[in-house]
Nanobody
Framework: QVQLVESGGGLVQAGGSLRLSCAASGRAFSSYVMAWFRQAPGKEREFVAT????????YYADSVKGRFTISRDNAKNTVYLQMNSLKPEDTAVYYC???????????????????WGQGTQVTVSS
């Protein structure tokens, strides 16, 4: 399994932008389907976005579609989440997740991933 470490979180005003990074250590990163999830206080962890091995396929939660962009750089073993037009309701701990799989489909459940980072806090002020 790869080890995942998120970075890039912080405090931003509504309407602002942040870019999260998730660095993976270990081999075969390019064989992993990757995703971002988030968890707000008192709420369940929810799916944000997922990306296929090459980056050619992506899928987003309706709540972030058109505002967030997931991407990856396999040469750098890193997956990104560009977040624009941030809203206070985007405030959460953001987690990077991965699964090594020979098939790609839009995995939106946290149970479908077996590698997780420690999370990075994103706070959007109004």
């Amino acid at each position: 399994q790869v080890q995942l470490v998120e970075s890039g979180g912080g405090l931003v005003q509504a309407g602002g932008s942040l870019r999260l990074s998730c660095a993976a250590s270990g081999r075969a990163f390019s064989s992993y389907v990757m995703a971002w999830f988030r968890q707000a206080p008192g709420k369940e962890r929810e799916f944000v976005a997922t990306i296929s091995w090459s980056g050619g396929n992506t899928y987003y939660a309706d709540s972030v579609k058109g505002r967030f962009t997931i991407s990856r750089d396999n040469a750098k073993n890193t997956v990104y989440l560009q977040m624009n037009s941030l809203k206070p309701e985007d405030t959460a701990v953001y987690y990077c997740a991965g699964i090594r799989s020979g098939s790609y489909y839009s995995r939106t459940r946290s149970s479908e991933y077996d590698c997780w980072g420690q999370g990075t806090q994103v706070t959007v002020s109004s």
